[in-house]
């Protein structure tokens, strides 16, 4: 495989359930992101992760914890969230110094 | 962060017809980018443009750094072009901040 790729493609979760997001990249980059997509909103980034630290947490709440084990893979753990939760999760990843982002197709989720 | 602002917010074209999307930065970015997202919701890098032009067939973008604006060209839309186009920027190491998109519809 190539690029970016993120998986599970869509979770319906219930508010107490425990459940976690995939990213992985084939690319070589050595930084990942998480990005919330919601309605009419801008892109929000999320949680930003050079080298495996994390060197960006933009304020998101505890239920949301991520996790960066090596330079190519990308959690997001979910528990008790709220429906307002729901939303399109996109991972991103890029090489520090080079051009861009390279995004994965996203993960949609429902909080129900 | 930067502020992005994208217009217009929602373009219909008839198939066959040229539009220019326009993105303003509060800010001066060094790194830029335009997306185009798919109905399924894949965000497709279309332009790494931080100045200059460049052409990619059908498309072509601009950016102006110094007035911290970019262009997006579309010509002959196809109904293909549907989706919606975000502008991205970035000025210190690779955080780019998202404007809120123009959502086009392209009819046949």
């Known amino acids: 495989e190539t690029g970016v790729t993120q998986t599970p493609r869509h979770l319906v979760m219930g508010m107490t359930n425990k459940k976690s997001l995939k990213c992985e990249q084939h690319?070589?980059?050595?930084?990942m992101y998480w990005y919330k997509q919601s309605a009419k909103k801008p892109l929000e980034l999320m949680f930003v992760y050079n080298f495996k630290e994390q060197t960006e947490n933009n304020s998101v709440p505890s239920r949301f914890s991520p996790e960066c084990p090596n330079s190519s893979h990308l959690f997001l753990h979910l528990h008790t969230l709220q429906p307002e939760d729901s939303a399109l999760y996109l991972c991103a990843s890029s090489q520090e110094g080079a051009q861009g982002y390279t995004f994965g197709s996203g993960t949609r989720l429902t909080v129900v | 962060g930067i502020q992005v602002e994208q217009s217009p917010p929602d373009l219909i074209l008839q198939e066959g017809a040229n539009s220019t999307l326009r993105c303003n930065f509060s800010?001066?970015?060094?790194?830029l980018q335009w997306f185009h997202q798919n109905p399924w919701g894949q965000l497709i890098n279309l332009f790494y443009?931080?100045?200059g032009t460049k052409q990619n067939g059908r498309l072509s973008a601009t950016t102006v750094a110094t007035e911290r604006y970019s262009l997006l060209y579309i010509s002959s839309s196809q109904t293909t072009d549907s989706g919606v186009y975000f502008c991205a920027g970035a000025n210190t190491g690779n955080q780019f901040y998202f404007g809120t998109g123009t959502s086009l519809t392209v009819i046949p």
């Open positions: 800010d001066s970015v060094n790194n």
């Open positions: 690319l070589g980059h050595n930084a």
């Open positions: 443009i931080p100045s």
